[in-house]
């Protein structure tokens, strides 16, 4: 969609330069949560803050709505500083935080009405989005009479969401908006959150499924320990990454010790037990010869699987290598491990 | 879900807020109002328990009444009254409130809104205040028709009082939050001042059954202007003179408003500085 955005700056929506967040005492008890982000996010464009719980994403999106000062460097959004000028930048966007923030003992649409009392265009008549069309997007208004303390997780998060979107903002901020709902669920909020980009709404979101980046993100940065490791689009992200080839080689083996693979040019093999994983940065090539070979010698590779790179990949690859290189614990205690998390909602 | 095709994308940048702050306030309020309707215990505490004090205040006041000879009875009871009404409706209940809102999260969740701190701090306080206006009205026409009080000598001097206790006491409450983990541990945060406030500005005990040096003392303390300017208003005398009509109570007033203004920018200074917006982690 083109359409020509006179005010400027013209198209960048969010500029992030240099920023730190610490949290504590300038000595070893406090903590550098954000240390020096620097990202971009142009007009119209959906913008996915990737990473590990605890490397930041959290901390940085709270600088960026100006719900806290930075430590330092610098942070515009819509040309304002959000902190400092919070009451010009307000009317124009929408955020919905990690965890919810409404009284238990209202019901979804008492909590509703307050808050299109509170924000701009959200009223019938003053041409943004009302409360009805916004429990209508998030397909809550069956439940407009239920208390938010009985409303499910999922649903808490779409009210969540709904809140978000009243008054139909230019600017969308969303902390991990799809976590604790179900497939279905996360299912109509991604077709949500992309007709909302395609209508030309900006979008910037954190999340830790890579699969929602994947889907969603028209560019991606994944953050570790407070730095931002790696951003582009995801084919940006995972170019250079090698592909995988795993495969296992069969019980009978054992007894051809001196059964060696072939040479792969290339390709960097590691032996766990039968086990065998092999990257390589030319995936057709590398197969070739490894299924030749196994023919040759009329082996059967158990559990065979070659993939091409991929953002889960590049990920894993970006989590591990930072982990060797940094011994110190997470500052924040895992709730579960993040990989495994991240495998299990992997295709 | 169903995505309805919206008939503009977004609304344009150049589009005025549609907000006002007196808008947000209200907007804020109503909600608020709603949850301590559902809230049995805070409603008892702010409601009940005052009225409930009347009895307790009728006998401490009867005793000093022995000793101490002169005493305006009447005028020391709506005082005590009045004071406890305002203490627990605007200040016990208001801390609460305020705690109870932080740890859910949502004085957090609404500074991502269009509402400033002011309006947010503010909205939150809007059924305490209405509701500690009502009671007092009640306390006043009560006085009024059974005891068979004067109408006020100075009504001007009771509104200031009256604003000025309603601003320190909002500020006091949103300040004493900022130091309390959990809605029930208000109890315990919030009774420094409620010990001090009882016995030392004139609700349990009138300053003028002090003696001169504690009495000043106690003109001092941060809610004494406030509560012995409602009193000045009313009854013409703070009890440290002999009754005057409108004109005279001007001068008895103004060292009053001076340090009662002074103590309300003390607390609204320290409380914009020091309040908490999310909980501990």
């Known amino acids: 969609m083109e359409t020509s955005h006179p005010q400027p700056p013209a198209d960048h929506v969010i500029e992030v330069a240099g920023l730190h967040r610490r949290y504590g005492p300038a000595d070893p008890a406090g903590f ?17 803050l990737l990473g590990t719980n605890g490397a930041g ?186 592909s995988r080839i795993s495969f296992e080689l069969p019980e009978r083996e054992l007894e051809f010790a001196d059964l060696t693979l072939p040479p792969l040019a290339g390709a960097e093999v590691r032996a766990e037990g039968r086990r065998i994983t092999v990257q390589t940065p030319r995936l ?54 993040p990989l495994r998390k991240l495998i299990g909602s992997a295709r | 879900m169903t995505t309805a095709a919206p008939a503009a994308p977004v609304r344009p940048a150049t589009a005025a807020p549609t907000t006002t702050p007196a808008g947000r306030i209200l907007a804020l309020g109503r909600a608020e109002a709603t949850l301590l309707l559902r809230n049995r215990s805070a409603l008892f505490i702010a409601v009940a328990l005052p009225l409930l004090m009347i009895g307790a205040l009728r006998g401490v006041l009867d005793q000093q009444a022995e000793k101490l000879a002169g005493l305006d009875l009447d005028a020391a009871l709506v005082n005590g009254v009045v004071g406890f009404v305002l203490m627990f409706v605007v200040y016990y209940n208001l801390t609460s409130a305020y705690v109870a809102r932080r740890n859910e999260l949502v004085l957090k969740r609404l500074r991502t809104g269009e509402a400033g701190d002011l309006e947010i701090l503010a909205g939150t306080a809007v059924p305490a205040v209405a509701l500690g206006l009502l009671m007092c009205a009640l306390v006043a026409v009560g006085g009024a028709v059974m005891m068979h009080l004067p109408g006020p000598a100075n009504p001007l001097l009771i509104v200031a009082g009256l604003a000025l206790a309603l601003v320190l006491l909002i500020a006091l409450a949103a300040l004493s939050s900022s130091f309390t983990k959990t809605v029930e541990s208000a109890g315990i945060t919030t009774l420094p001042l409620m010990l001090v406030t009882q016995f030392g500005s004139g609700l349990l005990v009138p300053l003028e059954a002090m003696s001169d040096r504690v009495a000043d003392l106690c003109r001092l303390l941060p809610a004494t202007p406030a509560f012995e300017l409602i009193r000045l208003g009313w009854f013409g005398t703070d009890g440290s003179a002999p009754a005057t009509g409108f004109a005279g109570t001007w001068a008895e007033a103004a060292p009053h408003l001076a340090v009662g203004t002074l103590w309300t920018a003390v607390a609204v200074w320290t409380t914009l500085r020091v309040f908490r917006w999310e909980p501990r982690r």
């Open chain 1, 32 to 48: 550098d949560a954000v240390r020096g982000v620097d990202l971009t996010v142009r007009r119209g464009e959906l913008f996915a």
């Open chain 1, 57 to 242: 994403k959290t901390s940085t999106m709270e600088l960026i709505e100006g719900l806290a000062a930075p430590t330092g460097g610098q942070v515009r959004v819509l040309g304002h500083d959000p902190y400092r000028e919070r009451g010009a930048l307000r009317p124009r966007i929408g955020i919905m935080l990690q965890e919810g923030g409404f009284p238990g003992d209202l019901t979804v649409a008492e909590t509703g009405r307050a808050w299109a009392g509170i924000t701009s265009g959200a009223r019938p008549g003053d041409g943004g989005r009302t409360l009805d069309e916004a429990l209508a997007l998030v397909g809550l208004t069956g439940r407009r009479g239920v208390r938010v303390k009985q409303l499910s997780g999922g649903e808490r998060r779409r009210l969540d969401l709904a809140v978000a979107l009243l008054g139909r903002p230019e600017v969308l901020f969303l902390d991990e908006p799809s976590t604790g709902l179900d497939p279905e669920a996360r299912a109509a909020t991604w077709r949500l959150v992309r007709d909302l980009r395609a209508q030309g709404t900006t979008v910037l979101l954190t999340t830790h499924y890579l699969e929602e980046a994947e889907e969603l993100a028209d560019r991606l940065a994944i953050m570790h320990r407070g730095r931002i490791v790696t951003t582009g689009t995801v084919a940006e992200v995972i170019a250079g990454r090698p």
């Open chain 1, 284 to 337: 057709q090539d590398t197969l070739t010869e490894l299924l030749g070979w196994a023919a040759r010698h009329r082996l059967a590779l158990g559990g065979l699987d070659a993939r091409s790179a991929s953002l889960e990949e590049a990920f894993l690859a970006i989590a591990a290598g930072a982990e060797e290189q940094s011994p110190e614990p997470p500052a924040v205690p895992a709730r579960r491990n």
